[in-house]
């Protein structure tokens, strides 16, 4: 990472824009919810990260900080970082080669944390989007770690800290949304649209499945479908 220069940080700030852009056209950022942050420099911890409650599917001059380790603004300014800084932060602290971390708030992932929620994970095989999280071995299994929506935002850090997988790029809170991050803004945008279609795919396989079994318990024959026989936390 460079060294932090006003020219690094319009420049950092426009990569934000673009991704925040993208995601917003995607309706990812319901309600001013969700946050993005790009890494500056990692010694000093120089992130810029989105403000607090901004509209994010508009960009103005005023969407953007920088911070320090601390999550505190780095330079002087009235704007608040986003109220999860501490959560990039950490993120950062603990996986040293990321340089983007990003978070959004979904019906689909918020669903899939409430389904297994109680289980810590959620477990996702057989698909080919799973390249699409840098993990390439043929039948790649994954676990992606699902945390308790602490209200308490330097507890909910230390959780998501706790179940940290440098090998998943991603963390699921419950009934709140996905943290994903990558080694830079193209790896992490990448990581999150894997995890969201692999999380919608998730929803429409266990519909189908289920009319399945009902299609098949009217008309008293087996359900087609050999996969149709798995439990549903194995899909
Ligand atoms: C209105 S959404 C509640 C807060 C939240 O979860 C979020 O992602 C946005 O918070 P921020 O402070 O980054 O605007
Ligand atoms: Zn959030």
Redesign the pocket.
Known sequence: MSAYTHEIRQQVFQQLDQVKLAFAARGWFP?????LSIKISSAPLLVAV?????DKTVCTPHDYLVVDENSKPYEATTL?P????QIHTAIYRNIPEIGAVF?V?TVPNNIVSELYGNQGYVTLRNQELIKGLGIWEEGAEIQIPIVENYANIPRLAKEVERVLNPQVPGVLIRN??IYAWGKNDFEAKRHLEAFEFLFAYHLQWLQVQHIAVQLAEQHAIQPHNPLTYRTAGQL
């Open positions: 309600g001013t919810s969700g946050n989105t403000a607090s409650g901004k608040k986003s109220a999860e800084t978070h708030h709140h949304g």
